[in-house]
């Protein structure tokens, strides 16, 4: 599966599935950002092999890792495995191989110890280290209520450096960039690595526009519509 942007428009990643248009993590929100023309599909998998953020937020269908994918397989579309916690990378893969899409996943991680986990286990696969951990949720608030300005600015600033740094503590493939976080800079330091880079998470045109200008690969998004749609108005470089 390709993910890099190389010509044309960022792809979009339906985050949660959808999460704006119908509850996160769920059939329908998984239906949702189908619907809505994504590229891929994001959503979250806990140790359990269930979707959730974490076990104190599952969804009522509280679907299964092979729920989700078996009812992804038709639509045509990647999915994006975000793993909440290390330690059970083996059975993530066991699934993806299971529901035949070997070709058309990407697992992400927040843990470097499990990029390096799948690197050993299956190193075909795109593997994502997502920065930084989102473990108070700052996906969900828009800048500047997440992070300071001064502080979002001196890690921005600091970024591009950082870069190569992690790529390869990780051995990741991917790297999966909070939206403060990126610019043309830390964009242009991954592609140097040969690592395509992925914004999370976009909910306003604005945003998806800056993000585009950035020249980022991918854009997560709640909204995968308004993305799409947004991205529609551009011209393709």
């Not at 992804?72 to 793993?83: F, P, R, S, T």
């Not at 993806?96 to 899409?101: K, L």
């Not at 989102?134 to 950082?162: C, E, K, N, V």
Request: net charge positive.
């Amino acid at each position: 599966m390709n993910l890099r942007r190389a010509e044309g428009l960022p792809l979009v990643i339906g985050h949660r599935g959808a999460a704006a248009r119908a509850p996160e993590n769920t059939l329908a929100s998984l239906g949702a950002a189908v619907a809505a023309g994504a590229d891929l599909v994001e959503f979250d998998v806990g140790r359990d092999l269930r979707l959730a953020h974490s076990p104190r937020e599952r969804p009522l269908d509280n679907l299964s890792l092979d729920d989700a994918l078996e009812f992804l397989a038709g639509a045509g579309v990647g999915v994006h495995v975000d793993a909440k916690a290390p330690g059970y990378e083996h059975a993530i893969l066991d699934a993806i191989r299971r529901q035949g899409f070997e070709e058309r996943a990407v697992v992400s991680t927040a843990f470097a110890s499990s990029t390096r986990r799948l690197a050993q286990l299956a190193p075909a696969l795109p593997r994502a280290i997502g920065y930084p951990h989102d473990r108070y949720r700052i996906s969900r608030f828009r800048w500047p209520t997440a992070l300071s300005s001064a502080g979002a600015a001196a890690l921005r600033q600091a970024m591009p450096a950082r870069v190569p740094l992690l790529i390869r503590w990780s051995r990741a493939t991917v790297l999966s960039l909070h939206h403060t976080l990126c610019s043309r800079a830390a964009v242009a330091a991954s592609h140097r690595a040969g690592v395509p880079v992925f914004a999370w998470t976009v909910n306003d045109p604005a945003g998806v526009i800056r993000l585009s200008n950035a020249g980022v690969d991918a854009i997560v998004s709640d909204d995968p519509q308004m993305a799409r749609e947004t991205l529609g108005t551009l011209d393709s470089p």
